[in-house]
T-cell receptor, first 115, second 108 residues
Framework: DTAVSQTPKYLVTQMGNDKSIKCEQN?????MYWYKQDSKKFLKIMFS???????INETVPNRFSPKSPDKAHLNLHINSLELGDSAVYFC??????????????FGPGTRLTVL | KNEVEQSPQNLTAQEGEFITINCSYS?????LHWLQQHPGGGIVSLFM???GKKKHGRLIATINIQEKHSSLHITASHPRDSAVYIC??????????FGTGTSLTVIP
């Protein structure tokens, strides 16, 4: 069974469109993350939720909006897509115990291409 | 200047060699992570450290909190170890910082 899954794996869309990427984890973790990896392969965190509450919200355009309907899901909605949004987006999850976040498990990534 | 610096950026080794990748950071941390990104793009967490040393098979990770430095060692390297290795830290302020990665190629 896949621990952290993302859909879709590939997403090709036109500038100006609105799209969503879904993430689900079946590990029983209480914390989920979204990362962006740019064309130079540099990883950057975008958001993190713990028990459906936003705990990390990096400097990201407000066109990006995370939504966590429950602890097992963290979706990423992007409005008015721009060329610069083209990247690979990774979802991850971990467990918070004793005030410390444990190691993260990553999804396979979603390659977004904006034309 | 990036809060996390890795060296070397690129590394080519012969199969069987002992490999070391270094990571230095400039912020106070609650944990340091070593990640492996395969050529296919998938990311795997290798280690999470806050002190001392950890070992998984042929991989060893060490951290020196006072010197703000960590090393990832691979003993008896194998072509399947070829990947990008990324150092990441979670600061005490709950920020994440990533190194730019070390691209390792192990030649048979």
């Amino acid at each position: 069974d896949t621990a952290v899954s993302q859909t879709p794996k590939y997403l090709v869309t036109q500038m100006g469109n609105d799209k969503s990427i879904k993430c689900e984890q079946n590990l029983g973790h209480d914390t989920m993350y979204w990362y962006k990896q740019d064309s130079k392969k540099f990883l950057k965190i975008m958001f993190s939720y713990n028990n459906k509450e936003l705990i990390i919200n990096e400097t990201v355009p407000n066109r990006f909006s995370p939504k966590s309907p429950d602890k097992a899901h963290l979706n990423l909605h992007i409005n008015s897509l721009e060329l610069g949004d083209s990247a690979v987006y990774f979802c991850a999850s971990s467990f918070l115990a004793g005030g410390y976040y444990n190691e993260q498990f990553f999804g396979p990534g979603t390659r977004l291409t904006v034309l | 200047k990036n809060e996390v610096e890795q060296s070397p950026q690129n590394l080519t080794a012969q199969e069987g060699e002992f490999i070391t990748i270094n990571c230095s950071y400039s912020v106070g941390i609650s944990a340091l992570h070593w990640l492996q990104q395969h050529p296919g793009g998938g990311i795997v967490s290798l280690f999470m450290l806050s002190s001392g040393k950890k070992k998984h098979g042929r991989l060893i990770a060490t951290i020196n909190i006072q010197e703000k430095h960590s090393s990832l060692h691979i003993t008896a390297s194998h072509p399947r170890d070829s990947a990008v290795y990324i150092c990441a830290v979670r600061s005490t302020g709950n920020q994440f910082y990533f190194g730019t990665g070390t691209s390792l190629t192990v030649i048979p």
